[in-house]
T-cell receptor, first 115, second 113 residues
């Protein structure tokens, strides 16, 4: 296992279309996070899962955004009816909760451009 | 509410100079974790260091060192003898036990040859 993997790396879509991103975490990690990062800003928290349970969602996450982690392994983030303001880098991270280790390891991100 | 402030937006140094990146945080939690991440031009966030709120012992790791002071809510990061490869955006982050990570706005470090 070489780390957190995200697919696709880049996505260009027309406004109003739906998009789905996939994240494969480090295999032994039970927590999975989604963040959004815009140019010149730090990552903003969107949501996180512990195993298959979605434990927290940011108020930034509108009803157009939905995330799943059906079997506690990979996760998907779907954005419906995309808007230009959704253009950003979407980052996935994973961590192992337990034993005092809390650091999250990030994937390379999916860059979304809405035209 | 939790907040991380990195007052330095951009720093430029000449190679081999020492540089310190500042981080000030706010939290009401008594147990929390602080981190530094590096984001090079390739874009991937790279974990550098974690510090627990109950461990104020400072640490040196190669050219990197960290200064954690609960009394001033600061967690500063120093690179000694900087190198061009250190050029990146550095983020300080805070979490109450691995839940929502709150990141600062980042400090862009440019190390000039």
């Amino acid at each position: 296992d070489t780390g957190v993997s995200q697919d696709p790396r880049h996505k260009i879509t027309k406004r109003g279309q739906n998009v789905t991103f996939r994240c494969d975490p480090i295999s032994e990690h039970n927590r999975l996070y989604w963040y959004r990062q815009t140019l010149g800003q730090g990552p903003e928290f969107l949501t996180y899962f512990q195993n298959e349970a979605q434990l927290e969602k940011s108020r930034l996450l509108s009803d157009r955004f939905s995330a799943e982690r059906p079997k506690g392994s990979f996760s998907t983030l779907e954005i419906q009816r995309t808007e230009q303001g959704d253009s950003a880098m979407y980052l996935c991270a994973s961590s192992f909760a337990g034993g005092g280790n809390t650091e999250a390891f990030f994937g390379q991100g999916t860059r979304l451009t809405v035209v | 509410a939790q907040k991380v402030t990195q007052a330095q937006t951009e720093i430029s140094v000449v190679e081999k100079e020492d540089v310190t990146l500042d981080c000030v945080y706010e939290t009401r939690d008594t147990t929390y974790y602080l981190f530094w991440y590096k984001q090079p031009p390739s874009g991937e966030l790279v974990f550098l260091i974690r510090r627990n709120s109950f461990d104020e012992q400072n640490e040196i790791s190669g050219r990197y060192s960290w200064n954690f002071q609960k009394s001033t809510s600061s967690f500063n990061f120093t690179i000694t003898a900087s190198q061009v490869v250190d050029s990146a955006v550095y983020f300080c982050a805070l979490t109450p036990y691995g839940q929502n990570f709150v990141f600062g706005p980042g400090t862009r470090l440019s190390v000039l040859p």
